[in-house]
């Protein structure tokens, strides 16, 4: 489970990145976090895998807390939890099997088991066959079906992704969006931060809307959502 | 597969910076290079002035009015010197075989007498052959009643002093120079490497590496370097040593002595390089990462 309670965040002396938020994300669940570029959605997600720690109030997440963990339980916590990116976050230099067994090397694991557990990934994913090419070469669909591959190499309780559809047209972003809920049909949480309206519109899933770094009140959230999502389309 | 992982981010590292290495590594192998030359001078000179002390004799004339009975009170009164190992008494006779036997003339054919005065040849122990002491012994000894002159050469020692001391200093402070230049060199060669792949130690971070993991590359690209100029040092005493220690045989040093040198000219490149990248790469990883 993760709890925020109070949280708020201020970059140096820019009050306000997140104000008072609290929340709590239950296991299993797969939430969507929907808000305007700047509302605040990445700056909750980088607490929830303590990228930074909140100015003020507590998260806590499964058995750690913001508010005394040390820089080595950091590392602990960020092993299991599986993290995609808008930009993929992959070393483009790198093999697309050197990418995605990176977490397992990290934690020593054997050469025999992390090629079975990369090359059952990229089964998965669908890149079997691009195993021994650079990630550089490859499409940017495919770069983050990668990076959810690498995410998911320690089996984490949960994936937060960032915008994960950002850079991606209308058939990628659908395809890492039924990446991403295969993955919750396996029991996984996933947390998705996204401001593509279109493509999560007619999913079920529990939603939190943002707007300039605060969490829109449940009977709000509804009718303004709707309004917002109608209101963005629009623009698009 | 840790360990492979690192190794190979090692000899990436080495390979994408390759002319900062390169420069790096030619700095080690010069400041190295000088640093054993200094070594071998010092050595050489400290021979010489231990070999020229350990043979310095001191001589004792004696007044020409002073008979051989006094002499034998004034060997009575040096013994009593604890500083003295040895001392020979020459006579007047025993100084004109000498003279003849240096010059190859008799003296008493030359001059019809022999002017030669009675003399003490004096060794110290050697501790005490240091000019301060020699002055002093001097200045006591002169003023015995029976004593004409106090000689010994101090000169060349006081010389051959002031040139080791010289030597000393300067190479401790070219040593300095020399160890932070090195030092500058490969901090900068780990601060590009660093910098070439900030990208990766953060999505590193973000994965929850641990921090030896990824400074091990950085660590092992300076230890390499040092290795790799070391190696090169050590390759230029062998062969410096192979065309050099005919020519002049006071560098021919005991087997085990230059062995050591060789030996330890790599493990000074190592540990150089080792400490230096260690110092330096936590610095610009949090640099780095706190820049994000």
Redesign the interface.
């Known amino acids: 489970m993760i709890q925020f309670s109070h949280v708020t965040v201020n970059y140096g002396y820019v009050p306000g990145a997140l104000k008072d938020i609290n929340l709590q994300l239950r296991d299993g669940d797969f939430t969507l976090i929907l808000g305007p570029t700047g509302s605040g959605k990445s700056t909750l997600l980088r607490l929830i895998y303590m990228d930074i720690l909140p100015s003020g109030g507590v998260v806590k997440v499964g058995k750690w807390s913001s508010y005394r963990i040390t820089p080595r339980q950091i590392n602990l916590l960020r092993r299991n939890i599986g993290v995609v990116f808008q930009d993929f976050k992959l070393i483009e230099n790198m093999s697309v099997f050197d990418n995605v067994s990176l977490p397992l090397v990290i934690e020593g694991y054997r050469r025999k088991y992390v090629k079975r557990v990369v090359n059952t990934l990229l089964d998965e994913v669908g890149l079997l066959h691009c195993g021994d090419q650079r990630a550089s070469t490859l499409s940017l669909g495919e770069k983050q079906r990668v990076a959810i591959a690498r995410a998911m190499t320690r089996n984490p309780f949960i994936v937060i992704a960032d915008e994960p559809t950002g850079n991606l047209d209308r058939e990628a972003s659908e395809n890492v969006l039924s990446l991403l809920q295969r993955i919750h049909g396996n029991g996984t949480s996933v947390l998705m931060a996204t401001h593509d309206y279109e493509l999560i519109k007619d999913t079920p899933y529990k939603r939190i809307y943002m707007e300039n770094g605060q969490v829109l009140p449940p009977d709000r959230t509804m009718n303004i959502g709707k309004q917002r999502i109608r209101l963005l389309t629009k623009q698009e | ?2 360990f492979l ?1 690192v190794l190979r981010q090692t000899f990436n590292n080495l390979w994408r910076e390759r002319t900062p290495v390169l420069a790096t590594i030619l700095t080690i192998f010069i400041a190295l290079t000088i640093l054993i030359a200094l070594f071998e001078l010092s050595w050489v000179l400290y021979n010489q002035l231990y070999e020229l002390k350990r043979n310095l004799v001191v001589e004792v004339y004696l007044k020409p009015s002073v008979p051989a009975d006094e002499a034998e009170q004034v060997r009575e009164k040096l013994k009593a010197y604890r500083t003295i190992e040895r001392i020979r008494y020459i006579s007047k006779a025993t100084a004109a075989d000498i003279f003849e036997e240096e010059f190859g003339e008799n003296i008493m054919d030359i001059l019809d007498e022999n002017p030669l005065p009675t003399s003490f040849e004096i060794r110290l122990k050697s501790s005490f052959n240091h000019p301060e002491y020699l002055s002093v012994f001097k200045k006591q000894v002169e003023a015995m009643p029976e004593v004409d002159e106090v000689h010994y050469r101090h000169s060349v020692i006081e010389k051959l002093e002031n040139v080791t001391e010289a030597v000393v200093m300067a190479g401790i402070f070219i040593l300095i120079i020399l160890v932070l230049a090195m030092n500058l060199l490969i901090r900068n060669t780990i601060k590009l490497s660093v910098y070439a792949r900030q ?2 130690i ?3 971070k ?6 030896l ?1 990824i400074r091990m590359p950085f660590i092992l690209e300076g230890a390499f370097e040092g290795l790799v100029g070391g190696i090169f040092s050590a390759a230029g005493l062998i062969v410096a040593h192979r065309f050099l220690a005919s020519t002049f045989p006071l560098l021919n040093f005991p087997a085990r002595v230059y062995q050591l040198l060789w030996i330890n000219t790599v493990i000074l490149g190592i540990v150089i390089g080792l400490l230096t990248s260690a110092a330096s790469t936590g610095h610009f990883i949090n640099k780095v990462y706190s820049k994000k």
């Open positions: 597969m840790k992982f990208r990766q953060m999505i590193m973000i994965l929850g590496s641990g921090n993991l």
